[in-house]
């Protein structure tokens, strides 16, 4: 609904396009509770082992919460990381009252490398606080750096999915078609943007 900029599209990792709202009524679970903790949409499948007292795999990487279902008890995850490689390329991480947006390819939406907001003071994603607070966005950073590297260790260390993405040359949408865009900026009077495009994606106009 505007977030980002974006209008009727779930292309980012950021915080209302990645936010699954769930109700869950359960026999002897608590009533009327609202739970803001920060979950997985894979934390659902270890919830619902322990609910029906079935042994969990040692292989999930999810994190059951049927302790906040039975008895009110916050039992989320310290933080969050957030993936998009369809629309652009971001990972994110969400913690605390904060979310922290790197890009790697902004999918020729002009977002910056670094993003940091607010999420209860502005919902709506409208202030990049990057430059204000470093030290969060520094904190974010090794947040998502300590979760790269658990889950390359986990898997292995076979190449992280978002390398093969932008090694291919970014979301599918950006492969070589933003000299195709440059003739729609034309024709609707924004060829303004064209020499944004040429500094921000140089790779885009070689051979011109």
């Known amino acids: 609904m505007g977030e980002l900029g974006i209008y009727a599209e779930h292309g980012t990792a ?14 002897k679970g608590v009533k009327n509770h609202v739970d803001h903790a920060l979950h997985y949409n894979l ?9 029906l007292d079935i042994k969990p795999s040692p292989h999930w990487d999810g994190k059951s919460y049927a302790k906040t279902i039975l008895a009110g008890e916050t039992c989320g995850h310290d933080y969050l990381v957030l993936g998009q490689m369809a ?34 003071e502005d919902p709506y994603e409208e ?4 430059a204000e607070y470093p030290e969060i966005v520094n904190k974010a950073a090794a947040l998502l750096f300590d979760w790269l590297d658990d889950n390359l260790k986990k898997n292995n260390y076979q190449e992280d999915v978002l390398n ?3 090694r291919e040359g970014g979301p599918f949408h950006a492969k070589g078609n933003l000299k195709h865009y440059l003739k729609h900026l034309i024709k609707t009077g924004r060829e303004a943007y064209i020499e944004r495009y040429k500094e921000v994606h140089p790779e885009e106009f070689k051979g011109e």
């Open 164 to 166: 093969i993405v932008m």
């Open 14 to 27: 950021d915080h209302i396009t990645c936010r699954i709202p769930m109700i869950i009524k359960w026999p």
């Open 87 to 120: 629309h652009v390329c971001q990972r994110s991480v969400r913690f605390d009252d904060w979310l922290y947006i790197r890009t790697y390819h902004d999918g020729f939406h002009f977002f910056p490398k670094h993003m940091l907001f607010n999420v209860k």
């Open 43 to 51: 934390d659902l499948l270890p919830t619902l082992a322990e609910l």
């Open 127 to 130: 202030h990049n606080l990057a």
